[in-house]
Structures are given as C-alpha cells and as structure tokens.
C-alpha cells in the first residue's frame, strides 16, 4: 500500500476537518399553556409570536420559530403546516430527536408522551392524567397539508381567531384515546371556546418547531 507523505496527511486533515456535532438543543416543543382564548391564537403570526416567547423565557434565543398549524381558504388550499417549519432535524428539551425530516416526522414520528414536552422539558397530561391536555390543536391533515378547500366544516377555528364558533382538528401528543393514534390529525373539537377544547380533552396547546432559517 502507498504511503502519502507526513504534509499530503496534514493537508488532508485540515482539508476535511473535525466533525461537526449536531445541534440538539430545543427545536421543538409542545407549549406548556395556550393563548387562553380557546382557538383564538390571534392567527398564524400570533400563534408564532407566542413559541417565539415561549422558547426565549426557556432561555433558548437566535433561532426562529413556526406554530404547526394550517389555515383554509374559500376555494383554493390554504397555508399547509408542514410548509411552514423548515426542514429538520428537530430535537425536544432533552435533546431526543424527534424527527430528522419533513418525511420521518410525517410517517414515524419519535412523538409519544413521553417525549412531546413543553419548552421547559415537562410532561403534558394526556388520556388518564387529571385534567387530560392531549387534544393539540392543528387543524391539519394527516400528512400535514392543509384541508382543501373549505366547502363546509370550520377545522381551524376560523384561522385562528375564533374562540366562540367553529372547531378545529387537533392530535394526541400522548398518541392514544378512542383508538386513534394520530399526533396530528385524531379528530375535530367541539368549538373553539376554551370550555369547548377542555370538554374534548384539550387546553388550546399547539406544537412549536424550529425553522432553521
């Protein structure tokens, strides 16, 4: 075998360099409280501005946040959550990855209760805890676009500004309840009220990811 020369093995080690470690720090997170105005996030910026508020008072600062939620549209699809929070990795507040792209956090997913946690690395109640916070709104499908077009049921709460009439679909952080499974895409609410997401086993909580951007 040839030998390379002592100054071709040093070139080539300042060529490729040392690894770089991934970033694990928090890029995802379940909100530990909601708006408190039941499906009214004040619209898809509001709903931005409150992970963005959330993420800094955990002391997590320089990165940019999207709420996962889809909007609809007369006529046309709306903006699809998907579409809007970048392209992974994403990790939790204990550095468990969640999903390493678009594709996995959308077909296998690591989200169950035990690692969809706040921004401060708590566990949210889910299906047997008192009270039960597992519904998180969405108002997506199960491949996270959004519903299309809106012809007759309101499954965002009106965009995000209703906390009266409406509803909106929501997931099971804790993957379980009535069978379904889905941590996005489990059912609808029966209103948009804060008294309403309570009755069907939610609080007004919603996912935050990192963009990346």
């Known amino acids: 075998m040839m030998k390379l020369p002592t100054f071709a093995l040093i070139g080539l080690v300042a060529f490729v360099g040392p690894a770089q470690a991934q970033d694990t720090s928090l890029s995802f997170f379940v909100t530990s409280v909601g708006s408190g105005k039941g499906g009214d996030l004040g619209g898809l910026k509001g709903a931005d501005d409150h992970c963005a508020k959330l993420a800094e008072a955990a002391g997590v600062t320089g990165k940019s946040w999207a709420a996962y939620l889809s909007t609809q549209e007369e006529g046309k699809r709306g903006v699809s959550a998907r579409d809007r929070i970048g392209q992974g990795p994403w ?65 965002t709460c009106s965009n995000w500004t209703s906390s009266g009439e409406g509803s909106a679909t929501v997931g099971h952080h804790d993957r379980h309840g009535g069978g379904n499974t889905s941590w996005n895409a489990a059912h609808n609410s029966r209103g948009c009220s804060q008294e309403d997401l309570t009755k069907t086993g939610g609080s007004g909580l919603f996912m935050c990811f990192a963009t990346g951007q």
């Open 91 to 155: 990790h939790n507040a204990k550095g468990e990855m969640i999903a390493a792209t678009l594709d996995q956090l959308h077909i296998f997913p690591n989200i169950s209760k035990s690692t969809a946690l706040d921004e401060n690395g708590n566990l949210i109640n889910g299906r047997g805890d008192q009270p039960n916070e597992h519904d998180i709104l969405t108002g997506t499908m199960a491949d996270g676009t959004a519903y299309f077009p809106r012809e007759t049921e309101d499954r």
